[in-house]
């Protein structure tokens, strides 16, 4: 029987600077507080140099959760070489709602089976190249307001977008991949972009619940990590809600019964500048109720945190173990293998009839 590896991801998820991996990459990723490896359009070259890189870093830590941004649209990291471009998440919802005309039934079935599809061929073919995850799908709700969430999301009907969702995460399930809702409680009436600005959401707490939030009540134990949003919801506390008790604990855990990762949104982005340092940012993030946190395209910050960042080593072992959870559990075929699968091969014949992919 093989020897079963050591599961000791710590909170820390951090970048690489190249395609490549440099020598700090290695001297990060090897340390005992990091848990995860985020990947970006910068680390993509080709299918080969993916496989090349994402086996390098598992060869230094095979229990860190390498993950990456791979919604479809405009957020899709590797879009080369084979990749199949996905689309955005709205033209799902177009589906079902039949483009604002008359909908009916079989407009929601179509939209609900694209959405599977969509979910296993983004998650097989991600595996295929040594991929452990991808922070999808966005739940936040389409009102017209948000430029940096806009077609990332399905609809703006929370009860359309969670519906889809769950067809999404099924894909991504047949695919052997974990999902994650974004951002909690949702970042799409808020009209500032949190990677430049702090935005705000003036709403009581009732209209959010009742909602935005809806998609994570609806979904359950479906969802197996959330990623809250960094925006200020004043009227239900001051802070950010990655760094809220009472969104992450009182709300989102005990209220919702969320089981599942919560990761805090990219540490470096301007909406968290409001805990101060990257440091007192990550700790006030883990004791809100994260699990990881993550800090991006900053080698100098990840370097701080891995330096100075302090936790509760005996009390991180619940996440730990949440986190273990997210790991897939099933060898991934090949990009070959894959090619030849039959069900890839129907999964994308019913997105190209639906002209979804080309």
């Not at 999301?153 to 991504?172: E, V």
């Not at 990677?195 to 134990?221: F, Q, T």
Request: hydrophobic share 40%.
């Amino acid at each position: 029987m093989a020897k079963k590896t050591p599961f000791n991801a710590g909170p820390i998820v951090l970048d690489v600077v190249g395609k490549t991996l440099t020598k700090d990459d290695v001297r990060r990723i090897a340390h005992p507080k990091t848990g995860g490896v985020i990947l970006f359009g910068r680390n993509y070259q080709d299918r080969q140099q993916l496989c090349a890189l994402t086996q390098a870093i598992k060869e230094i830590r095979p229990d860190v959760l390498i993950s990456i941004d791979h919604e479809g649209g405009r957020v899709q990291r590797c879009r080369t070489d084979g990749f199949t471009h996905l689309p955005a998440m709205k033209r799902l919802g177009d589906i079902w709602t039949n483009h604002g005309k008359k909908a009916n039934a079989e407009h929601a079935l179509l939209a609900m089976n694209a959405a599977t599809s969509v979910g296993y061929v983004l998650a097989s073919e991600l595996r295929a190249c040594g991929v452990d995850f991808s922070f999808t799908p966005v739940l936040d709700l389409d009102f017209g307001r948000s430029g940096v969430i806009g077609d990332r999301s399905f609809n703006r009907d929370p009860q359309i977008a969670a519906t889809l969702a769950k067809s999404l995460n099924h894909g991504l399930q047949l695919a052997g991949m974990a999902n994650c809702g974004k951002h909690f409680p949702g970042h799409g009436w808020a009209e500032a972009d949190s990677h430049i600005a702090i935005p705000v959401d003036e709403r009581p707490l009732k209209k959010i619940m009742n909602d935005d939030a809806k998609p994570y009540e609806y979904l359950g134990l479906g969802l197996a990590s959330v990623m809250p949003a960094h925006v200020i919801y004043p009227q239900v506390d001051k802070h950010p809600a990655g760094f809220s008790k009472v969104w992450l604990q009182e709300i989102l855990r005990k209220q919702l019964q969320f089981t599942g990762v919560i990761f805090s949104d990219d540490l470096s982005m301007e909406g968290a500048s409001v805990a101060g340092s990257v440091v007192k940012g990550a700790e006030m993030a883990l004791k809100a109720g994260c699990d990881q946190v993550l800090i991006c395209n900053r080698p100098d910050l990840a370097d701080q945190l891995l330096s100075d960042l302090e936790y509760d080593e005996k009390a991180y072992s619940t996440s730990r173990d949440r986190v273990q959870k997210l790991m897939p559990t099933s060898k991934a075929p090949n990009w070959k293998e894959l090619q030849a699968n039959p069900e890839y091969q129907k999964a994308k014949a019913q997105l190209k009839l639906l002209k979804l992919i080309n």
